[in-house]
Nanobody
Framework: LQLVESGGGLVQPGGSLRLSCATSGVTSDYYAIGWFRQAPGKEREGVLCISSRDTTIYVDSVKGRFTISRHSARNMVYLQMNGLKPEDTGVYYC????????????????WGPGTQVTVSS
C-alpha cells in the first residue's frame, strides 16, 4: 500500500496547479482519500476529501477554487487548484482511510511523502 503525490511546484498568484495522488495498492472505491496541507510554521490542515459517498471540503478558503476528483481505473486522485494565493503555499499530502471521509486527521492511516506548492511572484 502506497500513496505518492506529484504535481507540486512554483506558481504565480492567480495560477493553477493539479496535484496527483497515486494510490498504489489502495482500491480507490473502498477508501476515502483526503488532501491535507501544511504551511510553514503552521499545523497541518485538511483541504478536501473524496469517498465513494461524497466530497468534503475542510477549509472554507478553498471553496470555488479547489476541486477533488478521482479516476478509479487509474487509481488516481487529483486536486485541481485554481486562483492560487500565497497563503496556499505549503506541503500538500494525500492520505487514505477506509470508507468515508473524516474531519479527524488521526483517522487517516496511510500518508504520502508530500509535494511542495509555492505560490509567489
Amino acid at each position: 500500500l502506497q500513496l505518492v503525490e506529484s504535481g507540486g511546484g512554483l506558481v504565480q498568484p492567480g495560477g493553477s496547479l493539479r496535484l496527483s495522488c497515486a494510490t498504489s495498492g489502495v482500491t480507490s472505491d473502498y477508501y476515502a482519500i483526503g488532501w491535507f496541507r501544511q504551511a510553514p510554521g503552521k499545523e497541518r490542515e485538511g483541504v478536501l476529501c473524496i469517498s465513494s459517498r461524497d466530497t468534503t471540503i475542510y477549509v472554507d478558503s478553498v471553496k470555488g477554487r479547489f476541486t477533488i476528483s478521482r479516476h478509479s481505473a487509474r487509481n488516481m486522485v487529483y486536486l485541481q487548484m485554481n486562483g492560487l494565493k500565497p497563503e496556499d503555499t505549503g506541503v500538500y499530502y494525500c492520505a487514505s482511510k477506509a470508507l468515508s471521509c473524516s474531519d479527524k486527521e488521526r483517522d487517516f492511516n496511510l500518508w504520502g511523502p508530500g509535494t511542495q506548492v509555492t505560490v509567489s511572484s
